[in-house]
């Protein structure tokens, strides 16, 4: 499931990614909170579904390997309709929240293409090593902005530092913010998006 927020006379778009358990609706209060100028939101859910309630970006197949081919599609099929609606790829932006920030960050690394950058908050890099093997030079254009609780109790903050490093080492212009909170999106980060990412977007 998708849904957009559009405006035809905007010039960006920032696509949402949920957390674990987390549906279409789970970030929609971001934009009603950070009201950037001139941006349109997309809002995307998990492919798989979980119990309770919710879904997820990520299965665990009989290997217990992650599986996630479905989430690329949704990824490459948002990304393509916003192409094909008049946005440059730099000026789309993908901001995900824990799960979502390890998915945003697993495909954008694979990609042929650059896009404007890649917020992950409180997310994590599963396999260090293939995640190194499977870059592609062709998004290294992707800037990146990495935000992460100092206090999180679900994904330790170190989590981001690692991935800090592996970006840099990979050649992305990389930033990382370690904020006092815990596993959240801090209201701090409207302000570090705009500063690092959105330089040339107004309130």
């Known amino acids: 499931m998708t849904e957009i927020q559009p405006i035809k006379t905007n010039k960006r778009a920032i696509i949402a990614i949920h957390g674990w358990t987390g549906n279409v609706n789970s970030l929609k209060s971001l934009s009603k909170q950070w009201r950037f100028a001139e941006t349109t939101w997309i809002f995307i859910e998990g492919p798989y579904s979980v119990k309770p309630k919710g879904f997820s970006w990520f299965k665990i197949n009989d290997e217990n390997m992650w599986e ?7 990824l490459n099929h ?3 309709s916003l192409i094909e609606d008049g946005y440059q790829h730099k000026h789309i932006y993908m901001l995900g929240f824990s799960q979502g920030a390890c998915l945003a960050m697993e495909f954008m690394i694979r990609q042929k293409f650059s896009i404007g950058g890649v917020i992950p908050i409180s997310g ?3 396999n260090k090593s293939y995640f190194k093997e499977s870059k592609n030079i062709l998004s290294k254009g992707t ?6 609780g100092q206090k999180d109790n679900i994904i330790n ?12 080492d990979l050649g992305f212009k990389t930033d990382i913010h370690i904020f006092k909170g815990g596993h959240k999106i ?12 959105f330089t040339d977007i107004c309130i």
Do not use: C, M, N, R
């Open 68 to 74: 996630y081919e479905e989430s690329f599609d949704i």
């Open 78 to 80: 948002t990304i393509q």
């Open 124 to 126: 994590f890099i599963k």
């Open 143 to 148: 800037q990146i902005l990495l935000l992460h």
């Open 157 to 168: 903050a170190k989590e981001s530092t690692i991935a800090f490093k592996l970006f840099v």
């Open 186 to 197: 801090p209201l701090k980060a409207k302000k570090l998006i705009q500063e690092k990412i």
